[in-house]
């Protein structure tokens, strides 16, 4: 069973650099073709898809979060990372991570919260 283990810090502060790693654990040949995702859910709002990275390093952002997010991978430690710049309040979310093919995300990480505030 594929696990997703998302990390990084509770609380960025406004204008920071929000960075969150993704651990993937038990993959297979089959998982090797996913595409790995991030996703947020702001407080009382729907999810919200962010972009992903695939095997090949090929990367895919919601445009109108484009110009201040970066997905990257490390593939010796089974990991993909985001990194999202110029943080708002707005950007409070919980942040998940998933994998999958473009016909559906077939694993979630439990995600985890971040919280922009001073």
């Known amino acids: 069973q594929v696990q997703l283990q998302e990390s990084g810090p509770g609380l960025v502060k406004p204008s920071q650099t929000l960075s969150l790693t993704c651990t993937v654990s038990h993959g297979s040949a089959t998982t090797s073709y996913y595409y790995w995702n991030w996703i947020r859910q702001p407080p009382g709002k729907g999810l919200e898809w962010i972009g992903y990275?695939?095997?090949?390093?090929?990367?895919n952002y919601m445009p109108s979060l484009k110009s201040r997010t970066s997905i990257s991978r490390d593939t010796s430690k089974n990991q993909f990372t985001l990194q999202m710049s110029s943080v708002t309040p707005e950007d409070t979310a919980v942040y998940y991570c998933?994998?999958?093919?473009?016909?559906?995300?077939?694993?979630w990480g439990k995600g985890t919260l971040v919280t922009v505030a001073s």
């Open positions: 998933a994998g999958g093919t473009p016909h559906g995300l077939d694993y």
């Open positions: 990275i695939t095997d090949s390093g090929s990367t």
